[in-house]
């Protein structure tokens, strides 16, 4: 039995695989995984994002990922080991200014920029804390070939494509930065192209070995 609960969340930019290898390590380490919704069920804000703005979309994401780090960390308190597939709204406050971020949100012309920095910055100061982040590290070549293989209406977008891959840089100081500022665990796992099942192998034999499992 375990004697500590733990909230292990993954992030990494989109396409490097999180979702699936998560499902994948819950499966195989008998753990709750909460994950952000897939495509099929994204609300009208995020499927008419040009409509409605990228705000918006920003918002119905985070209206579903929130209530599940707070049921994650209630179940931390009953000694709990649970996965959470997305850390983006803890984290967003920290690399929301990088250029490499327009696609998603771009601060300089998006007429609720003072909202969407207010919101970030009072989520960093107040949703749970992880007690590990896995950051999942992918080159370009991989990132590429899942983007083909997952075929997301996202994924067809211009200044996605053009920008997002120069979004893991900014994403992985913003984790080391959260990790040393909340004395967190940083777990860097190298992403391949492979099964989500033979990588979350890997990357429970890398939890193992780090004590977080």
Not at 50 to 58: E, K
Not at 93 to 104: G, I, V
Not at 123 to 134: G, V
Request: hydrophobic fraction near 40%.
């Amino acid at each position: 039995m375990e004697t500590q609960g733990k909230i292990i969340v993954a992030f990494g930019i989109p396409g490097s695989g999180k979702s699936s290898v998560t499902e994948a390590l819950g499966q195989l380490s008998g753990k709750k995984v909460f994950h952000e919704p897939e495509e099929p069920d994204w609300g009208d804000a995020v499927r008419q994002r040009d409509l409605s703005g990228n705000f918006t979309a920003i918002m119905w994401f985070r209206a579903q990922r929130v209530p599940q780090l707070y049921q994650a960390d209630c179940l931390r308190g009953n000694r709990e080991v649970v996965f959470a597939d997305s850390y983006y709204d803890k984290l967003f406050y920290l690399y929301m200014h990088e250029e490499s971020l327009r696609w998603l949100f771009d601060e300089t012309i998006d007429p609720y920029a003072a909202e969407m920095i207010a919101i970030a910055k009072k989520d960093y100061e107040t949703l749970p804390d992880a007690n590990a982040i896995i950051f999942f590290h992918i080159d370009r070549k991989t990132w590429e070939r899942f983007l083909s293989v997952r075929n997301r209406n996202l994924d067809q977008d211009v200044e996605f494509l053009n920008q997002c891959f120069d979004s893991q840089a900014p994403f992985l100081l913003a984790a080391q930065r959260y990790c040393r500022e909340a004395n967190v665990e940083l777990v860097v796992f190298d992403q391949v192209f492979d099964s989500p099942e033979s990588s979350a192998e890997r990357l429970h034999r890398l939890l193992i070995e780090r004590n977080l499992l």
